[in-house]
């Protein structure tokens, strides 16, 4: 809802690939301000998003699923981003809706991003097929490390150019600067990884709605924590079969993963490995076996492992591994997010910027804390199963 | 006198790449240089494999009697430009279907969504490749039960084949999916896939990614497995069964019907392609069996001693040996063994897998995880259930042999 990113897109070595009668853009955007976003901007714009989605639709031959990417901190990405949401539920009911919600750390200046966050998420959770959340801070937090692996030189050789971690521009060089380029590229190489199976051919292809199908048990459980290795190329191309195996491993590490989240320590209720390259089944086969042992799954759900071999590595490594796991680790995320809305909303702060909006009532915040609640209480009680006995359920008995 | 033909539905990214490795495996078998037998006996031999599983074209080509299905394309352009590369043999140029967005795993997508919409479609390439044959000896259907489109769509076209020719054989080859999964609703496709095909098909010939992940690893020595070192193990295994053979009453003709299901149950293989006499099972306690079929090719074939096959201990009190009991022969060797043999066994061997599958999809049920899933494309809680008595019922019989 303002002109600058936009235009400099359009102005960028990417202008090409993009339709420039396909844009919507205002002045003065939204002043982190979810209300204004949703509200407003959400109605003033409805007709024109809903004309363009149309145009770019009757382009596909299949329409299979649409990918919405946006921050939840703010007020366009949060607020017009989740309008955006009900719309294409309206308009196109059948095409998947995937979500790719930026997460802001804690240390960040939008005083009110709790209040947009809260009220992003009661859409998510009602609007979108799936979500994956990532959190700011954990990608300057893998940044931040392979910065200094490379400048330790642990890795050997420099870091090659154009590769997972480098743009043109050379991000890494910048120190001072928030490195949003090179983190916006793992979360890009994410979406690659995601699509890699629908878009090149390998021996167990997968494709986005298979996803949906395999990590969405109930319906409002939709949310994946995602982590993607190897992080950093490496020098040798050859990599010994132990390197594979630290690949799976790094995957269940904390450390890898896209929110600041421990799924190796809580309850898995779903997950996906999704293999890029020079990897064969067995190898699949025998980390998973491997790992196993470590992991904790839901009760039904002991064996629940989808799997996908993809026979085209990314550019410039020779395999590599997005994991998507359905986990109750997200609750602390979701817990954190809660107290931190408390905090303001106990003492009103703030609020009147949003209530003054047409349409935006204090029940509007009650409704969406309470969707928060919902969630966290679900995780709850599935975390609750896991100390708990494997239960017995017993069989049909038949007569013979 | 004229060999029966049979016709290959092959249904999804798994049917579509085994059905490539069994008509590879048929057709370089059937060039092999002689056979370890004479030329006439060598030509017979050809002549009826061709006839079954190819048709002929003008510049000698053979072609594969085969429908290829899947609801996304990449594989079936694989499938079409591997078997054209290898210029031997081809599938016919326009005999397959697909569409563009999958069936996302979901059997009820598959079932319900996928199969009315593309009944015509399909059962009409299906009559094309029917008119081509002289005498139809039936269908066989490659299909996998973990995936949406193989379990969903091939239930569906199964179901389609029964009624449309309900006087041909339907022989389906389902793939059962590695115990720690490839598809976390794996356990749900697979019981409604079994349940359904129980009602619309005649024989199912069931492989265990397991078994064959195991045979590579440790008959084969194979150090990196990968789906197409698999698919070749259950491609020659099949191939030892369907190659022409003659029966037990000693006929100058090959066998006319290749599938050859003489029996009323359903037969299910177990089968592994040994060097050498088929040597007998030492164990005390034998799964009970209601039928063997033991397939001999090669060399001494006719001095092979089959009495342990006839042992009463291996069978079903309410059966004898010699009506369970058969064997088919030929002097022609398959592949490049001297001697091989092949065992289709209607046995309990595959009660503990069924067992555990629907175990598994019981205690998913109970929780009704995934189920929204399902019920969104028209498939109801009813329906699970009914699949889970069929398959108790079919559990519970197999165990009381």
Redesign the interface.
């Known amino acids: 809802m303002e002109e600058g990113v936009v235009n400099e897109i359009l102005q960028g070595p990417l202008r090409d690939v993009f339709d420039s009668k396909q844009l919507i853009t205002d002045i003065s955007g939204s002043g982190n301000n979810w209300a204004v976003g949703h509200k407003v901007f959400g109605s003033r714009y409805q007709e024109q998003i809903v004309e363009k989605l149309r145009k770019a639709a009757e382009h596909c031959?299949?329409l299979?699923c649409f990918f919405i990417i946006h921050s939840m901190g703010g007020g366009t990405g949060s607020g017009l981003g989740t309008f955006l949401l009900k719309v294409l539920e309206d308009e196109f009911p059948e095409v998947y809706r995937f979500v790719t919600s930026i997460y802001p750390s804690s240390e960040d200046d939008v005083i009110t991003s709790p209040y947009n966050i809260i009220l992003a998420m009661k859409e998510l959770s009602e609007h979108a097929d799936c979500v994956l959340p990532i959190d700011n801070q954990s990608l300057f937090d893998i940044i931040s490390k392979i910065n200094l692996m490379v400048n330790s030189g642990k890795l050997g050789s420099v870091v090659k150019p154009n590769s997972l971690v480098t743009s043109s521009a050379g991000a890494l060089k910048k120190r001072q600067e928030k490195p949003f380029d090179a983190m916006n590229n793992i979360v890009a190489n994410l979406l690659l990884n995601l699509t890699s199976s629908a878009r090149f051919?390998g021996?167990?292809?997968m494709?986005l709605?298979?996803i949906?199908?395999?990590?969405?048990?109930?319906?409002q459980l939709h949310y994946l924590v995602s982590s993607l290795t190897p992080l950093y190329t490496l020098a040798d191309v050859h990599i010994p079969p132990r390197r594979l195996d630290q690949m799976f491993s790094d995957a269940f590490s904390k450390d890898h993963q896209l929110i600041r989240a421990d799924p190796k320590h809580s309850l898995y209720?779903?997950c996906?490995l999704m293999v890029r390259g020079n990897v064969?089944?067995?190898?699949l086969?025998r980390n998973?076996?491997r790992l196993?042992p470590s992991l904790q799954f839901v009760?039904?759900?002991?064996?629940?492992?989808?799997?996908s071999?993809c026979a085209v590595p990314p550019v410039g490594h020779s395999h590599s591994l997005l994991a998507l796991a359905n986990n109750t680790c997200v609750k602390p995320t979701f817990i954190e997010l809660r107290e931190r809305f408390m905090r303001l909303y106990k003492k009103k702060a703030h609020l009147h910027h949003y209530l003054r909006v047409e349409g935006m009532e204090e029940s509007c915040f009650t409704q969406a804390l309470s969707s928060l609640s919902t969630l966290i209480e679900e995780y709850d009680q599935l975390d609750a199963t896991k100390s708990m006995p494997m239960?017995d359920?017993p069989?049909?008995?038949?007569a013979? | 006198m004229v060999s029966m033909s049979i016709v290959t539905v092959q249904l999804g990214q798994c049917g579509n790449q085994i059905g490539f490795e069994v008509f590879n495996t048929l057709l370089n078998d059937s060039h092999s240089p002689q056979g370890l037998c004479c030329k006439r006996e060598n030509e017979l031999y050809q002549v009826s494999c061709k006839e079954r599983f190819f048709s002929e074209e003008e510049n000698g080509v053979p072609i594969a009697r085969a429908v290829l299905v899947d609801m996304e394309p990449k594989v079936i352009n694989q499938t079409l430009s591997k078997a054209a590369q290898s210029g031997r043999w081809k599938y016919g140029q326009h005999s397959y279907f697909c569409q563009k967005q999958g069936s996302g795993n979901n059997w009820a997508y598959g079932y319900s969504v996928h199969g009315p919409k593309h009944e015509e479609s399909v059962m009409n390439l299906v009559q094309k490749e029917v008119e081509k044959c002289d005498s139809l000896s039936g269908f066989f259907i490659i299909m996998s039960m973990a995936g949406g489109t193989g379990s969903g769509l091939g239930a569906f076209v199964t179901q389609s084949l029964q009624d449309q020719y309900s006087n041909s054989l339907r022989m389906n080859q389902i793939i059962w999916p590695y115990g720690t999964g490839e598809v976390i609703v794996q356990n749900y496709n697979s019981i409604l896939t079994l349940s359904h095909l129980y009602r619309s098909s005649d024989a199912l010939l069931v492989h265990e990614n397991d078994a064959a992940h195991k045979i590579c690893a440790k008959l084969m020595n194979i150090k990196q497995i990968s789906f197409s070192d698999i698919n070749q193990v259950l491609a020659h295994q099949l191939g030892s069964v369907f190659q022409p053979t003659y029966s037990t009453e000693g006929s100058f003709h090959y066998r006319r019907n290749p599938l050859g299901i003489d029996w009323q149950v359903q037969p299910h293989f177990s089968g592994h392609p040994t060097l050498g006499k088929m040597s007998l099972n030492k164990e005390l306690h034998f799964n009970t069996s209601i039928a063997n079929l033991v397939i001999l090719r090669g060399k001494d074939v006719h001095s092979a001693d089959l009495g342990g096959f006839k042992d009463p201990a291996l069978y079903t009190s309410w059966l004898d040996p010699v009506n369970a009991f058969s064997v088919w022969k030929t002097q022609r060797a398959f592949c490049k063994y001297e001697k091989s043999a092949a065992l289709v066994s209607n046995s309990q061997f595959l009660v503990k897998p069924l067992d555990m599958i629907v175990g598994k999809a019981w205690s998913m049920f109970a929780s009704k995880a995934y189920i929204h899933q399902y019920t969104k494309f028209g498939v109801e809680e009813e329906d699970f259930l009914d699949s889970f008595t069929l398959l108790e019922q079919v559990i519970a019989s197999y165990c009381n042999l």
Request: hydrophobic share 35%; aromatic share 6%; with cysteine.
């Open positions: 031959d299949c299979q051919e021996s167990l292809n494709d709605n298979e949906s199908m395999n990590l969405v048990p109930f319906p209720l779903a996906a064969q089944l067995s190898d086969r998973i076996e196993k009760s039904w759900n002991q064996e629940g492992w989808k799997t071999l239960p359920v069989r049909l008995s038949i013979v």
